[in-house]
């Protein structure tokens, strides 16, 4: 029976067989050598032409990936769920999101990835994930752009003395459905998974001879969070309000646009420039 059992390259004795060996020994040793390198690199891995071909699958249900898997195309916003880091240290996976929802990636128990337990991948983002037998890690370039800007095709009508709740019909863009032209129009919601946001708001006053001009942006109906104010002048008058970082909880906070004034009576927003923005900073 032959001595040669190794099963992978580790296994392999750099000092076997001796010189002079028997044929039948050099035989047990040119099999051992072929079934460790068929063993470790798998029968798709090195073709005649001597590059790799890597283990591709298409995924459209929630789906634990395997050290077997290589790269994983997702759609349909399912969860790709991590083999476990432990015991798997240099090992590598590939995901990347080909459909339009928002995949998510979840460690292993209690296995955090960069950190956090989950990862997000939205349309068109990919990201290859290495662990060290404890955790896992990315490659992460700066993700794209995600976030809204939304306007008005008619003058907004803000009452003397009253704090108007300001509406938008148009959506100049919108990555994450963070607004709606068909209900509660007057908000900007934060998508499920976003941690930090941004807000701008501008508008065009009406010309009028008095009174002052506040614009304020508000958190799920409450106090406002951040306003500006300015004088009335003789001309048409642009007005912005912008804010800081807010932490924010996905799938539940929403922000508006406030407007008000204490001209004498009715004055408006104009189509000219009523505009509301978020930016999705994480």
Partial sequence: MSTYTGTTINDLVATTPLENCSPAELNDATRELKSCLKTTFGIDHLQATGKHKWALASKTATYTATISDDILLVTNSPTILLYAASGNSGKSVTIINTGTGVVKIDGNASEAIDGALTLSLHPKEGVTLFNDASNWFTNR???????????????????????????????????DSIHSTATLTTRLSVPTGVTKVRLYGHAAWAFESDGGRELMIRRNGLASLYGSMIQVTDIQ??????????????????????????ASSATSVLTLAPTFSMEIIE
């Fill in 237 to 262: 008058q642009y007005h912005s309000v912008s804010s800081p970082v807010f932490s924010v909880t996905g799938g539940v906070d929403y922000f508006e646009l406030l407007a008000y004034h204490k």
């Fill in 141 to 175: 370039k700066k993700p794209a752009f995600r976030g809204a800007m939304v306007t008005n095709s008619a003058d907004l009508t803000v009452t003397y003395n009253t704090v108007v709740v300001l509406s938008f019909d148009t959506e100049a863009y919108d990555t």
